[in-house]
């Protein structure tokens, strides 16, 4: 549902509400709010809901008076008038349409019929055939042109003072799809996660299917906000988390009216129900059994790309903190934090800047902790661009039993693809090394990933074939083969061609028209490569592909270049190589803090 003030011409958060709808194909309804306000006008709202959001939209309500005067509206539908009366319009009276008002509703049903059967087969055929449809069979083209968002029915009233708003909540149900007519998917993690259709039937006849959706805070606790999408749930029930494979079992389920409880002893599908004492992140789905492959959200989690150091203004506030941090990992999986032993800080980690910034406001807006944030760091990586072969021994000897693992392989180069991921591959023949050595090494040689060579970031993009090595009897040990693996990733890197790779977004911005110079420039300085662009309703949208390095302020500079009306999304793309330029800046300022380190 959407609601317009009568009063005000549109903002520009209308049309970017309008334009996420229509990206996700989410049918809606109108209410044009505010009739007893000074200098309302809802006809020109109407005309803006045509003109500048192109919605196919007709009135189906004429309000009786304006501004002081609005006591109710008329119901073009069904042709009589409704009052709102007492101090909050809880009391709702019909009648016959007043005579000032007969002609006007009249023509406002010929304008709703003729609307609707543009888009309706059924009642265009009713139409050319000269016949005059039915409530019912009105209500029905009504729905069915909503619901395939073809047609927007626009109600009216004063939402303060309930005028409006009962007519309004019909509305929701007569001609909104209910969860039966909306067609949802699970993930299958055993077939690499294969969409599987839902089915919405409330007879308990499917298995268990739901989703946490959103956490609260509450005074008994976190209360889990959960859709069920398949089958039910009773009290008393054992539900199983997909993530963890915990059983949990259910001991109080409520419905959720505002911030009223109403205890319920079970829910079904297409319900929103709530409970208390569950431990689970935001996302978690929940199913019957531990052997269910289905989830609702995918497993796989983006790694951050973006991170800064925050600490409380007050050390007062470490505990409000620490409550707040805690609960901000479990309701978002791509928000991690770390504390930093060797700065002494806490790092929070996500997948843009605006990502962070809203969390670091959240901890001041509902936690009363305002936090001081550090300047933002990009999660770059280093590889090499040439196969190495290593041939290291690890040796030590100490009083007692010493340390001895020697390994051989090569290092090789992962596609631009896999620039992500570090792999270990046995080659071995034989039992030089024992195979129960193999999870040391691997280990290893992720441990060494962790602090780069160049620029101190993470190592990554490259594989470790190991072909042969040596053991001792007595000597050899994981740690020792741990070490040896450390120490022959230290000495190949330097020799094999090593570079410095930056993350590189997905944008995609969305301007009028008249701005589509200026933010292709301003684009095009932040090195952009631009992969597509769509001209549609009077909007522009660039598609580009822009390194994260580049893109710190872009909110601010997109505000002021288009008078808040543009708006852009980003999300994390790949990895590619950085500029050499970028990557001697690096390099030096890490010489420099290693000389720094040093010196203390």
Known sequence: ?????????????????????????????????????????????????????????????????????????????????????????????EGEVPDEFKVLAETKRKELIETVANVDEKLGELFLEDKQPTTEELMAAIRRATINRRFTPVLMGSALKNKGVQPLLDAVVSYLPNPSEVSNYALDTDKEEERVLLSPSRDGSHPFLGLAFKLEAGRYGQLTYMRIYQGLIRRGDTMVNTRTKKKIRLSRLVRMHSNKMEEISEARAGDICSMFGIECNSGDSFSHSKTSSLTMESMHVPDPVISLSIRPESSNDIEKFSKGINRFQREDPTFKVHYEEESKETIISGMGELHLEIYAERMRAEYNCPCITGKPKVAFRETIQQPVKFNYVHKKQTGGAGQYGKIEGEFIPLDAEQYTKVE???????????????????????????????????????????????????????????????????????????????????????????????????????????????ALEGYFTIYAEVPLNDMFGYATELRSNTQGKGEFTMEYLKYQKALPKLENELVEKYKEALLKKKSK
Do not use: W
């Open 1 to 93: 549902m959407c609601r317009y003030t009568s009063c005000l011409l549109f903002q520009s958060q209308t049309l970017t509400v309008n334009r996420q709808m229509k990206r996700y194909s989410v049918p809606c309804i109108a209410f044009i709010n505010k009739l007893d306000r000074l200098g309302a006008n809802p006809d020109r709202v109407l005309s803006q809901i045509r003109s500048k959001l192109h919605h196919n939209a007709a009135a189906l309500h004429i309000p009786i008076g304006l501004q002081s005067e609005h006591k109710g509206v008329i119901d073009v539908l069904q042709n009589k008038a409704i009052y709102f009366e007492g101090e909050f319009g809880t009391d709702v009276t």
């Open 424 to 534: 270990f591959v046995d080659q071995t023949i034989g039992m030089n090394i024992p195979k129960n050595y193999m999870p040391a090494i691997d280990k290893g040689l992720h441990d060494a990933c962790e602090r780069g060579l160049l620029t101190g970031h993470r190592m990554s993009g490259f594989k470790m074939v190991l072909l042969d090595g040596q053991h001792h009897a007595v000597d050899s040990s994981e740690m020792a083969f741990r070490l040896a693996s450390i120490g022959a990733v230290k000495q190949a890197f330097p020799t094999g061609a090593p570079c410095l790779l930056e993350p590189v977004m997905a944008v995609e911005v969305n301007v009028p028209d008249e701005f589509q110079g200026v933010i292709l420039a301003g684009l095009n300085r932040r090195r952009a490569v631009i992969t597509n662009t769509d």
